[in-house]
């Protein structure tokens, strides 16, 4: 776990959306192709296959290198385009893929991938942290869901029961940014329309949102950040023993 939230380097969105298309069409996709699933993991330096297979076979990114580890032995080669990736991974681009709503364009595979290696050192530092706060949280909260790194969305996420009914759940999670949010930011979202009590809290659309910048400006980032996640189960739980 970070002790700290560091500065984010000047080519971090470039390079997030670049590893977000690895880990969408070629991580996902040979999970997809040996298991019919297509969760990852926080991993040192970035994101991961869970280990499948006879061969117990990972395919992560670490940095702005991505790892084929099968039967013992590793292939590591640097992300330079999907191709290359998709190549070293074994899998096959132009095969059927489903990963969910709204994946990353595949793009041009040949066409250069913009990898900046202190940007996706910062991008596996978000997953680390997210996935520690995640744990530490859903670890007390009612019926947790596994915490894995989703292809589509590039989030590390996991839902958890606010109440005893069936759609009484919220989606926690930790994104690196996106379209509603330029910079990594921490959110709860609940399933249902379910906005009670502090009317300040519920800062987006879905729910509510810490941004990264708010986490940087904290004495203890981890401390803040799981109080911002249960804070919002609080008040989606206390809504029910009215």
Request: glycine share 12%; net charge negative.
């Amino acid at each position: 776990m970070p002790a700290s939230i560091s500065p984010l380097p000047p080519a971090f969105a470039p390079t997030r959306d670049a590893l977000h298309r690895v880990a969408a069409h070629v991580l996902a996709r040979r999970r997809a192709d040996a298991t019919g699933r297509i969760g990852l993991r926080a991993a040192p330096g970035g994101a991961a296959t869970p280990a499948f297979g006879e061969d117990v076979e990972v395919v992560r990114l670490s940095g702005a290198l991505l790892v084929r580890e099968r039967a013992g032995r590793a292939l590591v080669v640097p992300v330079t385009t999907l191709a290359a990736a998709a190549a070293a991974a074994g899998v096959d681009l132009g095969g059927p893929l489903e990963i969910g709503h709204d994946p990353p364009p595949l793009g041009d595979p040949e066409a250069p991938l913009d990898v900046d290696p202190a940007s996706a050192r910062a991008l596996g530092d978000w997953f680390a942290f997210a996935t520690a706060v995640l744990d530490e949280v859903a670890g007390g909260a009612g019926e947790p869901s596994a915490v894995q790194v989703w292809p589509e969305h590039f989030d590390a996420a996991c839902d958890v029961a606010w109440g005893p009914g069936d759609g009484e759940r919220a989606n926690l999670g930790g994104s690196p940014g996106d379209a509603f949010h330029a910079e990594p930011y921490l959110y709860v979202g609940p399933w249902g329309p379910e906005r009670p009590g502090d009317a300040s809290y519920w800062n987006a659309p879905f729910g509510a949102i810490l941004p990264h910048a708010r986490l940087r400006a904290s004495a203890d980032p981890h401390r803040e950040a799981a109080a911002f996640l249960r804070r919002g189960l609080d008040l989606l739980s206390e809504r029910t023993a009215e």
